[in-house]
């Protein structure tokens, strides 16, 4: 972990998870190019790329953190990774007996812009959060305090039900409802709704949209695509 004028460098999945994503980005990003799912995005005002190049400062954003509060704690863990879910998470070397609460730049604060800004764009205030709403519940309920990391869900469980609702409030405008849903509706229902249980985790950093989170917010943003290929 890498600290530079009130930022902190650090992504706790593996490289090759990253790398992974990465090139999901690119197949995608590809698909727009010969038109594969550019009608539904066009038919909302919003250009194909605008959303790949959101999806790769999301992948961008995921490695940096912005500090905003530190919890005491009396032990730290000694484990360098954790596996939950199937997915292994690094941890950090703690520096000082305390978790650092962070808000993560490409799974918290990016996500929320581009929500709000389709929210406008669109109009489906109503129905963007009730799927929100229902997101907010589950996440709620599959997301676990896992010691050294901090809250962590199930990556591919939340965006599958974010798409499945966003098809029933609105066929036509399903992959905006499955983003908007499945990236807020995890971060306020498995992260914020989560920050008390931190205290006692023993994790050096524990990052709203970052750790356990982050995942699950990332293929929301896939799923969001996907449904835009197949309604297309």
Not at 118 to 127: E, N, Q, V, Y
Request: charged share 10%; net charge positive; proline share 6%.
């Amino acid at each position: 972990m890498i600290r530079k004028e009130g930022f902190m460098f650090f992504n706790p999945l593996t490289f090759l998870l990253m790398i992974f994503f990465f090139f999901i980005v690119l197949f995608f990003f590809l698909m727009a190019e010969v038109n594969l799912i550019a009608l539904v995005f066009a038919k909302i005002g919003i250009p194909p790329r605008a959303i790949f190049t959101s999806l790769f400062l999301i992948w961008i954003g995921s490695f940096i953190n912005i500090p905003i509060k530190k919890f005491p704690q009396e032990t730290m863990t000694t484990e360098r990774s954790v596996r939950f879910f199937g997915i292994r998470y690094r941890i950090p070397t703690a520096e000082n007996p305390e978790t650092v609460l962070a808000v993560n730049l490409g799974g918290a604060v990016i996500p929320c812009l581009l929500s709000f800004y389709l929210f406008f764009k669109t109009g489906l205030w109503m129905k963007g959060l009730a799927v929100t709403a229902i997101m907010v519940f589950v996440t709620h309920l599959l997301a676990k305090p896992v010691k050294g990391v901090g809250i962590a869900m199930p990556a591919f469980i939340p965006p599958i039900i974010a798409a499945v609702f966003s098809v029933i409030f609105s066929y036509d405008y399903a992959p905006v409802l499955a983003y908007i849903g499945g990236t807020l509706g995890t971060l306020i229902g498995a992260d914020i709704l989560n920050i008390s249980k931190i205290k006692n985790l023993g994790a050096p950093v524990a990052s709203i949209g970052g750790a356990g989170t982050f995942d699950g917010i990332f293929l929301s943003g896939i799923m969001a695509v996907l449904l835009a290929a197949i309604l297309t």
